[in-house]
């Protein structure tokens, strides 16, 4: 209880706090000019549109912090389930209309800005993106994280701050460059660094045993030692007073390790050699789902998951005095298996810090783990060499051996003496270079495995994990992604936002987004129809002028926008896309005026970056600006066909794209895209799928109706069969003809693109040509209809209408109650609070 003193110390806060926020525009503007003046120290007279930029981002950050502090004292005080997010990256985008909507202070913001002669649509481009991820895998953890803090979860967020994010892609002459994404040049306002939350992770060394009362115990004498250091990001919720944590961490040279080696003389030296510590969270690997053994790589996941570990068994102990029931009220799930060695950090800590047994702890680890796979290409998969682990963390190694050893005897229990098996499912893969299996690992120590959408939890089942699934059935379960409605609909998209508003009478289907299933009974109404359309004309004309500012290419906005921005893969087929577009290219050329009367105008949009060391997708870019240039000066094609690919897509692009767009292509082999999760959020926007049945497709297809999609292609149970038989495929004479214009040189540069000829001509492992055919049909289909505007708009409002499933609100309410049991833990509003505190 409170002494007469504290009570009364903790009325003068309360009274100041509560006078703190004041929602005015004079006491918006006062604060935005007092972070122009004290934070970054310019003159409050004069300031440009970046300054007014930083000032508004630290203005917004003062309302997030106290939000921030006041949910976690409640945390505290409620002491719930926690859940933990671990994931190697964060593809986080821009944080101020994010904060600023959430909080519902867009509009004062806006006001304030504008008396003091700035404009918020203007300033807040000159924010960088915080690009600390690859693609979907990234994407889907903040989507993820701005989920949580909606649905008040008490979670956080785990990660990395690399100081160099996705490289910034730039077109020369066709061909894709790599430029650095130093992004933190001028600061960060969103992050809080946290000095005095640092952790000591080490590396290297050897591992002694001795005997301690009559138990064998042992020591890890580590050789080299970082200090991890905490930044926390807040993550607001939409319109709850929860607000959530992004914890990364960011390594630099220790503090106490090896401070002998500073009394060897040179002094010098022993500084320097410190200074190598800061690589370790410096870069973001950019390779997209092909695996490379890298030694950083390893140390990025250590440094990342012991510096997490540490910090939660250590906030877990500060509140409960001891680690009793700790695995009751902590579930930990792996995004992927990079956070993986985690497992055996764990392990590690509770038994040889904590001096747990190895039962208690492999129960209590078991207990807290679970595990998200997010591809079945083999070649993604994670083995990291024996040598290597042994040598970068020799005491972790012991311990997977140990969890192996276990597992192997608890195999044999079950199935008896199976070699084979054995060979096939055990962690260590043996051969000449023996490896760990990263994946087995992680499903041998997680309670649950879930895939990504329904078919490729089957799909897992039934290929990677089939051994697994055998002995495990029950771990095994599906959880379809899903997109935040906020950011991909509300507020990336305004117009359709208030039209959806006016339509159903309320904006509450931004957090229960089934709602949108009101639109239905709009569908076949002329005049919903025709304000749908001025709102997609709307995106579109501002889509034409990003196309125009970054390709420098004038398009139509009555021609129909047709896109696909991903990562560059041959599994994605890109390639289908452009050899679709090289036969409308030839078709259109070969006409006569009148029947170019009859075509419908396209712009074909493509998007995506090439991992620098995959060679055949930097030839496909620059086939695809090849074929551009050619279309684009073409006097016979005029507006009828233009081509562009827009260089360095990213989240904000996304946010500029995705509602610009009338049909977009979601064209990977059937059974190879886990789920795709942009195809949720072109639906959400009134943007037509022309897709495979692969990954979601599937149930976007099933929940919007399969009248309001195009699909095509080879299903997935018949492609290994067609693989087989491809070399008896006849071959389609269109294929067989665009083909030839690119290998005889009508693009140029034939000999460059030969690769990628001889990869659809001969074994096409991706069936390209054998769904060629089908996806000209599809085609035709979706020309068909884009002249019938009014069924074209039915099916895209059909689409919205039917989009309420791909919310990761459900998505998230599905981890929390069937995989984490963690239940809500919303902080009540601060009496008083003006509405959107
Ligand atoms: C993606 N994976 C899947 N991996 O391809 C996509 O179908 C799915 O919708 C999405 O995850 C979310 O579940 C993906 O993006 C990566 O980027 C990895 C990053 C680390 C290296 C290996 C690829």
Redesign the pocket.
Known sequence: SMSEDERHRSDLLYTLMDTYIKNDVLSVQESIVNHVEYTIARSRYHFDDFEAYQATAYSTRDRLIESWNDTQQYFHDQDPKRVYYLS??FLVGRSLLNALYNLNLKGLYREALEQLGYNLEIIKERERDAAL????????ASCFLDSMATENLPAWGYGLRYQYGMFRQTIQDGFQRENPDYWLTLGNPWEIERPNVTYPVSFYGHVSAREEDGRQIFVWNPAEQVDAVAYDNPIPGYRTANTINLRLWSAKPSREFDLESFNSGDYVASILEKQNAESISSVL?P?????KGKELRLKQQHFFVSATLQDILRRYTAQHGSLENFSDKVALQLN?T?PTIGIAELMRLLMDVYKWGWTASWEATTKVFSF?N??VLPE?LEQWPVELLQELLPRHMQIIYDINWRFLQELRAKFGNDQAREYRMSIIQEGDEKMVRMAHLALVASHTVNG??EI?SELIKQTIFEDFYEMYPKKFQNKT?GVTPRRWLAFCNPPLRNLINETLGTDAWISRLDLLEGLKSHADDGEFQSRWVEVKQLAKAKLAAKIKELCGVEVSTDALFDVQVK?IHEYKRQVLNILGIIHRYDQIRNMSEEEKADVVPRVCIIGGKAAPGYELAKRIIKLISAVSQRVNNDPAVGDLLKVVFIPDYNVSLAEVIVPGSELSQHI?TAGT?????SNMKFAMNGCLIIGTMD??NVEIAEEIGDDNIFIFGALAHEVPKLRTERADLKVDDRFAHVVRLISSGEFGYADFFTPIVDAVQGSDYYLVANDFPAYLRAQDAVDRTYKNSSIWTRMSIMSVAGCGKFSSDRTIRQYATEIWGVEPCERPRPPNAPEGY
């Open positions: 190697m990256e991820g690859n693609g979907g895998l990234g994407r889907l690997y390779d997209d789902r092909t695996y992927d990079h998200t997010h591809t993604a990504v959408a490729h992604n990562r990977s895209e886990a789920s795709g999760t990954g979601a």
